[in-house]
């Protein structure tokens, strides 16, 4: 069984500024450490569906998104072409159809591995999703694509109960947001604090579907492996899901330079084999994997091959 890479040129298309760390380059770093990995299957992103996103984000949030896309226009400079939603999250001309196939890969990769196509699968789009709430673009992102693949699961697939795993640096304010008064779906996120935005302690847990596992600034291998071993994973194990997502960032790299974590590319191999092994006996392997941070191009880069390599192993 085959590990899917699901990408589009379209998600190369979103500009937030030439000085934005979220920049297209990120893709092309991932794509070209994990394209020669063996065992892999590149596949194409379609876009996501009006019905797959309403789902999770209200039709006129959409609208309002979509009337403050700028044009493209060559007669202006690309400065003038980029709206600022907030003082990190921008639209250019292009960036709806980039946000459109992140949330279609995490889709489409729900298709694939209920048809039996696919063991598993990571998504390698932009821009990231986890920050977005039902009705809020936030922290570089627009549409929540971890949601939107979970709600697909559960609609058009029979999956009953759905764990969303969460290891990007950043919390996953959004996707808590969305999910944080349904029983039927996990949400396990670790994250530094304090760091943006500003939520993620251990006092917020939802209905009881809620885990957080907060990291001091400073924290690397051992403090995070304790924190899943002996928190998140078995609270993975115990709510044995139908499906399980990953909204996998990569910026608690010690290279990256937003936050203060010092992950290696081993921890991210770990953590993978992890949640891949915990996936095999709750649900048959079913782990779609969703690209959400990482900032530096070389860590990025080698930190996402370990994952896809523990993704096949
Ligand atoms: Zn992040």
Redesign the pocket.
Known sequence: MKTLVIHHDDCLRHDPGPRHAERAERIGAVLKAVSGVPGIELLPAPKATPEQLQRVHPADYWERLCSLEPEPNPAVGPASERVALDPDTWLSPGSLNAALRGSGAACFAVDQIYAGRARNAFCVTRPPGHHAGAASAMGFCLLNHVAVAARHAQAGHGARRVAILDF???HGNGTQAIFENDAQVLYVSSHQVPLYPGTGFAAETGCGNVLNLPLAPGSGSADFRRAWLQRGLPELERFAPDLVIVSA?F?AHQRDP?AQLELQDADYAWITAEIRALAEAACGGRLVSVL??GYDLDALASASAAHVQALIA
Do not use: R, S
């Open positions: 990007d640096v950043h960032g910026d937003l959400e941070g």
